[in-house]
């Protein structure tokens, strides 16, 4: 079992920043895929970036392609999600979740990850 727990959300203004955290406990997390989505009222689950733990190497979905960085501190086991320059369309509650075993092809699918945060909500005003 793998808990995960986000925290770092809040309300900014259009143009502004925020960071995510999730802490990882319960198993290394090695092997895993972790990854950052986010659902706004109304709306499927959206995938947003991910990052392989070993390896570090990561994919982003367009929308948030230079403007938000996945990263992972191994020695913290915490997850992170920068996001920067950011959109009243980015308003959204965000989970991070953690995939044992996920193709690169199937990242982006909510249905191949296994274990899921509680959530934070991330609130940009325009």
């Known amino acids: 079992q793998v808990q995960l727990v986000e925290s770092g959300g809040g309300l900014v203004q259009a143009g502004g920043s925020l960071r995510l955290s999730c802490a990882a406990s319960?198993?290394?997390?090695?092997?895993?895929?972790m990854g950052w989505f986010r659902q706004a009222p109304g709306k499927d689950r959206e995938f947003v970036a991910t990052?392989?733990?070993?390896?570090?190497?990561?994919y982003y979905t367009d929308s948030v392609k230079g403007r938000f960085t996945i990263s992972r501190d191994t020695a913290k086991n915490t997850l992170y999600l920068q996001m920067n320059i950011l959109k009243p369309e980015d308003t959204a509650v965000y989970f991070c979740?953690?995939?044992?075993?996920?193709?690169?092809?199937?990242?982006?699918?909510?249905?191949?990850?296994?274990?899921w945060g509680q959530g934070t909500q991330g609130t940009v005003s325009s």
């Open positions: 979740a953690a995939a044992i075993l996920v193709p690169t092809r199937d990242v982006v699918d909510p249905r191949n990850y296994d274990y």
């Open positions: 319960g198993r290394t997390l090695s092997t895993y895929t």
């Open positions: 990052i392989r733990w070993s390896s570090g190497s990561n």
